[in-house]
């Protein structure tokens, strides 16, 4: 009895230096932890903390309303990175119904190709296929300068080439503040029972309202 109590006291001594010279080490090292820190401020290991005064920009809000997997919410976060904005469809209507529509001081771009746009577009809409935009820029860019707000829209829904387009013309000189993307498109306009023009701008042919 008296040999394991022997080893015991010996085994307390060594724990007990061994420990001292531990903190030691620590104390002295440049690596060291402080003990009176709290490593874990919010009483879970290996959860990161999340400032309390973190901001965020419109078209972040307005994508996480969305929801991060949504189409128009990256598309709403992509405008924002070329200065450029999306309009609704309310706000789409009440621009066409503006009387400076008919002056020209509101316009209306379509950046799909002929074929869809023949098939129907929004009446006065000027056409601006971005893949040819030889063939378009030198009628539609003259318009857009002028412009107070230029409208672009395309097929609606996952079609980018409104984007595409805007940024085109935010390019060739047209300004982002005058610039905006219509999201909903055509297919919104459609919905929404209101006019459609068929074959070229200012044909005078609709396809199921009038202007």
């Not at 015991?8 to 932890?33: W, Y």
């Not at 307005?62 to 976060?77: C, K, T």
């Not at 539609?140 to 829904?157: F, R, S």
């Not at 409104?162 to 498109?185: H, I, K, Q, T």
């Amino acid at each position: 009895m008296r040999a394991f109590g022997a080893v015991v006291v010996e085994s307390l001594l060594i724990a007990a230096v061994g420990s001292a010279l531990a903190l030691a080490a620590n104390a002295l090292s440049p690596r060291g932890l402080r003990l009176s820190r709290n490593y874990f401020p919010n009483g879970e290991r290996g959860a990161p903390s999340v400032p309390a005064t973190a901001t965020h920009s419109p078209a972040a809000s307005a994508a996480a309303a969305f929801g991060s997997a949504n189409p128009a919410a990256a598309l709403l976060r992509r405008l924002e990175k070329h200065g450029l904005r999306a309009v609704t469809a309310s706000e789409v209507i009440a621009l066409y119904r503006d009387p400076q529509y008919e002056q020209g001081l509101m316009v209306f771009v379509d950046a799909r190709d002929d074929a869809h746009f023949a098939a129907g577009h929004i009446p006065g809409a000027w056409q601006f296929n971005h893949y040819r935009a030889e063939n378009y820029l030198p009628a539609v860019l003259p318009v857009c300068l002028i412009a107070l707000k230029v409208v672009v829209y395309c097929t609606g829904g996952q079609c980018e080439d409104s984007e595409f387009a805007a940024v085109m013309l935010r390019d060739a000189g047209v300004p982002a503040e005058n610039l905006f993307v219509y999201p909903g498109g055509i297919t919104e306009w459609m919905t929404n029972n209101l006019p459609v023009e068929i074959g070229a701008r200012r044909s005078g042919r609709f396809l199921s309202a009038t202007p």
